[in-house]
């Protein structure tokens, strides 16, 4: 049988949670957590998304889609390292009441849902489509 197998790097502080078959010495890396970029490395992420686990399920309304097309994708680079990224302003999206997927830590530091955000992000990519497939079909 396979089992669980957590590392720890002491040296750089890094988290390695992977397989090991029981049958030899191969142990697979499933996720690897850098300590000291905080980067996460996973050959894929799921969501929970089983219609079982929903409730108050609804269609995307027109006013969230206005509000995910007046949030504008930044460039920036983090502070405590000078990575360069492309992303969000978490306090631009709760300027545009999309407080729904922004959280605030103990520390008063914000994270954004950025998987919901895409979300709104397409819905508003097809609802232009339509809106320009609707005028050139007049």
Do not use: P
Not at 74 to 87: I, L, M, Q, R, T
């Amino acid at each position: 049988l396979d089992y669980v197998h957590l590392t720890g790097d002491t040296m750089t502080g890094n988290l390695k949670l992977g397989v090991k078959d029981a049958s030899s010495t191969n142990i697979t890396e499933n996720i690897v957590l850098e300590h000291d970029t905080g980067k996460i490395t996973a050959k894929s992420f799921y969501q929970s998304s089983d219609k079982r686990l929903k409730c108050n399920i609804k269609d995307i309304s027109d006013e969230e889609i206005e509000k995910a097309e007046a949030i504008k994708l930044k460039s920036f680079n983090f502070k405590s390292n000078n990575d360069f990224h492309y992303g969000i302003i978490a306090q631009d999206l709760e300027e545009k009441g999309l407080n729904n997927i922004v959280t605030e830590k103990e520390d008063g530091y914000k994270s954004v849902d950025y998987i919901s955000l895409l979300v709104l992000k397409v819905a508003a990519l097809e609802k232009e489509i339509k809106d320009l497939k609707d005028k050139l079909n007049k």
